[in-house]
């Protein structure tokens, strides 16, 4: 009895004194991390807009592609959208750059891990420029045969952040 | 002592010969960058397990060993995955979701188990370094041969500002000829097995000549 009681409490102390240096860690980590997310953000939007003033806004309808849009002061829009490819478990996220008309002016991808020589091909600058720049609402957006699942997210994530603009602007 | 790091690195390699942590080696030996980083994640989670467990191998009773290991593992690696996160943003976001499962990193827990649970703090110490070691030449050597069969050039970033190469060769003319099956999960078993027939051959080669030495 007297043993069991002694185990509890010297796995409890551990686990405390584990649970105490994770938290001093983190205090210290965090506004790093912080930070760094905030730094980068900011970056690839100034990729869109170089020298541009942003300002993230609200008012569009919430959906699961969306995650956020900014409005470059003057410029355009910049909208971030994420939808699922080939690849269910890492969803590919974009940044889309609109002019103040609603005309696509550019796009990057942030975030993609389809196989590669397939569904990786749509995220070729050649591919890109030519079927996500320079769009307007209307326009129809292509696919890439041979990768099908991957232009479609594409075309899910155009559609999704043509009407986010439409309803800001 | 020297004979144990020495045997941790062809004759008890815990990849090559005893098979241990094989998940993260195959998935993460994409590139040479990412293999130095996660050898070295790893290096430091078993230097720190391995020390803090025998420091408290003495009071730990058989019966609540398991959970105390994993609550210190665990506990280091979220520590690890935190600074890393800080200070090399780029390095985790290549390595992603594998530096978390350090913690269920076979190699660590065995080492806890097998060595510092009964040695003590000086030669723990110098257990988790040799091994740490050791698994980061076994990752480097596939991710060099992955790495350099599916772009045809092997580059190391600085982690802490992936601008900088610190070092880097590149065949221009090799790059019609490159193969991405390597850096595929095929690629990862082939070379893996290449690499590990090639240590079996090492291994029983020593054992072979021990054998007629004995005979003599």
């Not at chain 1, 796995?11 to 649970?19: I, Q």
């Not at chain 2, 269920?104 to 988790?128: M, P, Q, T, W, Y």
Request: proline residues 3%; charged residues 20%; aromatic residues 12%.
């Amino acid at each position: 009895m007297k043993k069991a009681m002694l185990s509890v409490l010297l796995l409890a102390l551990v686990a405390a004194l584990a649970g105490a240096a994770i938290t001093y860690v983190n205090g210290i980590t965090e506004p790093v991390i912080e930070e760094n997310v905030a730094n980068e953000e900011r970056e690839n939007l100034l990729k869109m807009f170089p020298d541009g003033e942003f300002i993230e806004l609200d008012g569009y309808t919430m959906n699961d592609c969306i995650l956020s849009v900014y409005e470059a002061k003057d410029r355009g829009y910049v909208v971030k959208a994420a939808a699922y490819g080939y690849n269910t478990s890492t969803p590919i996220i974009v940044l889309i750059g609109f002019d103040k008309d609603g005309k696509t002016i550019g796009i990057s991808a942030l975030q993609q891990q389809e196989t590669s020589g397939y569904g990786a091909r749509c995220f070729e600058k050649i591919f890109m420029e030519d079927t996500y720049v320079n769009k307007t609402a209307d326009d129809k957006i292509d696919t890439l045969s041979g990768a099908t699942r991957t232009s479609s997210a594409m075309q899910k994530i155009m559609e999704a952040a043509f009407e986010a603009v439409s309803e800001v602007r | 002592m020297w004979r144990n790091f020495k045997d941790s690195f062809i004759k008890d390699n815990p990849v090559f010969s005893m098979f241990l942590g094989l998940c993260s080696v195959l998935a993460i030996s994409t590139t040479f960058n990412n293999a130095v980083g996660m050898g070295l994640c790893v290096t430091i989670v078993l230097i720190f397990s391995n020390v803090i467990i025998s420091l408290l191998r003495k009071l730990i009773s058989n019966e609540i060993r398991i959970p105390v290991y994993i609550v210190v593992i665990a506990s280091l690696v979220t520590i690890v995955e935190m600074l890393v996160h800080a200070y090399a943003p780029s390095l985790y976001r290549s390595l992603g979701v594998f530096l978390s499962l350090v913690v269920v990193n076979c190699i660590i827990l065995g080492r806890a188990e097998a060595f510092a649970s009964k040695n003590d703090v000086f030669s723990s110490a110098a257990d988790g370094f040799g091994m740490g070691m050791a698994y980061t030449f076994a990752l480097v050597l596939i991710s060099v041969v992955r790495e350099f069969l599916a772009n045809g050039s092997v580059i190391f970033y600085d982690p802490f500002d992936p601008e900088k190469v610190i070092f880097g060769f590149a065949f221009e003319s090799l790059k019609p000829y490159t193969m991405p099956l390597a850096a595929s999960s095929v690629g990862a078993f082939l070379v893996f097995a290449c690499f590990a027939a090639f240590f079996a051959m090492l291994k029983n080669r020593a054992a072979d000549k021990e054998k007629e030495a004995d005979k003599q």
